[in-house]
């Protein structure tokens, strides 16, 4: 047997690190829309918005556990994105990391509605509607509150995706307080279940493009139809552009009040062929590791 | 004392193993069904669906805990039939494990209705009933939802089952990104959180023959009757089968999407005197340590 | 200002270690009982049975944290009784460090009362009473549930109390698979919590006559009077007697099932004068310093 | 990129420090406020009591991640006093410290008030009010509960930051039990918790006077007006002092039934040079930096 699976061996680096972008997102959303499904269509009677937040940690947690080796977990276009600004990620691999994100996010979706196939009908009445009282595709994206303006929106994901930045920073700096060798994963679910307790209630804490379009996306075709890109004035967009701004913002407030001042030279400043074989293991590290 | 105790020493490496497995499943039992006990007895008022979330991720934890060190601890007899089938557990052995599992867990439901008789008679009224309002044969193996057809309770244990195995086999991966040492029965503690918070809801997020089968043994005998078997149209056997196949499924996602890519060799490759001193002292180490 | 406090320096080891032991166990009842109070008083607006389960385990964490390093936190009255049966700490030590225990107990109610004076007397409208609704007696000490018999009270605390050893001793045996130095004190709090959500229904999981007997003491002579040693037919010595058969029936399935099989020597082989030195780190080793 | 933002280097030390305390204090105000803004404005629906709890332990987590390698991260005017008074930091940075400290929970309660803009006009009918069913004053900043008096609310910020003090000595105590490298934020962050579930039902667990100077301040600009000053039989002054003593009071509780027995010369006794160079990479360390 593992003679047999040792031949489908692939040698690419790039196809690697996509496959396991893809499986990390893919994890995400079958935990984190998973708990919103289970909350849904049991009326809150097995879990409440606390598992919710527990659900997106968890599954950000274990997402990164099982991608982190391979493609240094970015999971998340936004961070693909600010990395690549920062000139810590090669911008070649920005359009393959983020396909397989958002289509991990679409295989992600598919299964929680097919785990929740029976639940969503008995739920929905047989009818799968985006607004109302029985509206389940809030399970697979964000909808906005119905007092949030657009704008409000946007300010909301900026913040929230400019927290979750300046603190996974924190936790990969090695000249800081850096998290402990092998925990990363786990503080890094912490920081999403913070934020999930502290800003969710607003447009329901995206932070994530992939983890809002694929699922969108899923809906759009399995049947939830049209109303899943026009709720909420048109919301779709939003956690596409505001988490990517926010996510540049949270990197600049980082870099500037904590990172650059620093004495001692940083990894950035270590021979690269050092980190080249370190292959991820670390955020911080991973970060740099492709950095010509 | 501590001489009297040593005359108990048995000196089967088999035995050993499988008075660990026993007790591991015994703890889980213990602490996971005691908890859906409390829950179910006190209408909520003592705990609610997260504490039940909280008993088994807990008792899994100190599970393995207890019997790592000495058995592997599989707990669970999809893990083993996975790891016999890889190839990284002995065919032999598995009769023994499986046996020992499902005495544990049957062990381990006679203790929780010995600690909640008074409670489980209160409750339900001195009747002993597997549906209805005060069901209580639910607080020992699971009964699927109302809506769920059989099979959709089938695709939801190979989900379930499935994502447990791609979690469990990522944090032994030493190649990727592993649980750092004595930390793995936490993280293992924290998938089983997590799919009870996401999976949960359709049929009890069984993910172990032993832990279903065991408690429902118990029951048949203790006096709640046949109707243990033939309630949910016949639901006993989809957690016996299930859950087998989708450990099946979760390795193979987890070998073909990541683990046969890693380009160094792994620990499979080492000499396996080295693995044997080990002893199972890691779940990866301990899955290959039987390996001829 | 650190001179001065130099001064202070007691030289005796046993007097050190009871001052250790009394303010672990005034932590314990200060986070424990102190959210009792506030889930209480509150009616369950500021906290639910979670909060009581979270701050048991915490305030246990944070009970060892403060004196492990000193007294090797047994924080316990059954756990000490357990160690010396076994051999494992001199006999001597015991009265006072129970002493010590009950103190501790004692004055952690005595705070608890002080810091909840006004919710306490707002809540039961200025009386102090053991029963109805608006008792506030079990804040500081456990009382039966309505529908427990004393025998069912016995089982429940035997039941706890050994299975809190049999995990505890799990976590300190270094030939299995034992708990990262310096998280021992977490996990107790998770094994505190674990039993929390599973078997606290029925009598409150005292698990600890030193947790049970001071608190008690304290609204015995504090204005609850003689009602606290009389509710619940008498119910105030089962914590007490119960816990301690518990912790032998807990330390002999542990030493039984998994310790007197492990094939190495184990550190109760080590030469002592090595142990000695170690001064308490360990949970493990701390338990075997004191052998002669 | 990465070079022009070095040129933003800032020398000097004070200067470094004050930035990283105004950053940390900022998350933890922009987290734990947050999430009272979430459970407030949402009426209970979008989290419990128990999600304010987890906001302000997982906000000073992260906020000590994010500040503790440069700053020591004291946030916390109460600590920061303590250490002066026990000689180990610097009287000299005192005022630079508080007012850091200050104006970063200004400015996390103006993040707050900006992302729940819209959340906050809903709920208010559009208007800011300090009391009544609909008050957003304490989003922000704490108000005693209708029962405790002036003196029960001194005793209880007394006791909690007593309690505070008392379990964060502990973790960094290198000769009593300390928590292990790089889980220090996490454990006091636990302890957080820990006071949350069990001591903030009088008056909202303060424990800080700046996280309750500064956005007192913001609300009493931003528009709720001078009542924020007035509520409470003029509470404001109480979590401002109260948190001072308790501080004093812990540190000396733990000072003198603990530290001062301690037998072997601690890490206070090390040249300094030797300390300096740690720039405090470890709570303990970083307290005794500065001393000369």
Chains 1, 2, 3, 4 share one sequence.
């Not at 879990?47 to 977990?73: E, K």
Request: aromatic share 10%.
């Amino acid at each position: 047997m593992d003679r047999l699976l040792k031949k489908c061996c692939i040698r690419s680096s790039l196809v690697k690190k996509c496959l396991a972008e893809c499986l990390g997102v893919f994890i995400i959303i079958l935990f984190g829309c998973g708990s919103v499904a289970q909350v849904t269509t049991s009326e809150n009677k097995n879990g409440q918005y606390l598992s919710i937040n527990l659900g997106f940690a968890l599954g950000t947690t274990f997402g990164i556990y099982v991608s982190r080796g391979v493609s240094g977990a970015h999971l998340n276009p936004a961070v693909t994105l600010s990395l690549c600004f920062l000139g810590r990620h090669p911008w070649f691999h920005l359009p393959f990391y983020v396909f397989s994100q958002v289509l991990g996010a679409f295989l992600g979706a598919a299964t929680v509605a097919l785990q929740y196939y029976d639940a969503i009908m008995f739920f929905g009445g047989g009818k799968l509607t985006v607004t109302g009282p029985t509206a389940t595709a809030g399970i697979f994206s964000t909808y906005p509150a119905d007092y949030l303006s657009l704008w409000g929106g946007v300010i909301d994901q900026v913040i929230g995706t400019a927290a979750l930045l300046v603190c996974v920073l924190a936790l990969g700096d090695r000249r800081n307080s850096p998290a402990p060798p092998g925990l990363e994963p786990v503080l890094v679910g912490a920081v999403i279940l913070c934020i999930g307790v502290s800003m969710g209630s607003n447009s329901g804490y995206s932070l994530n493009p992939a983890r809002d379009l694929g699922p969108r996306l899923f809906t759009y075709i399995a049947g939830w139809g049209g109303e899943v890109f026009s709720a909420g004035d048109g919301w779709w967009w939003v956690p596409l552009v505001a988490t990517n701004i926010g996510a540049l913002v949270g990197t600049l407030i980082y870099e500037l009040v904590i990172e650059v001042h620093h004495l001692e030279p940083g990894p950035s400043s270590e021979p690269p062929g050092l980190d080249m074989n370190a292959e991820g293991k670390h955020v911080g590290q991973s970060w740099r590791a492709n950095q010509t």
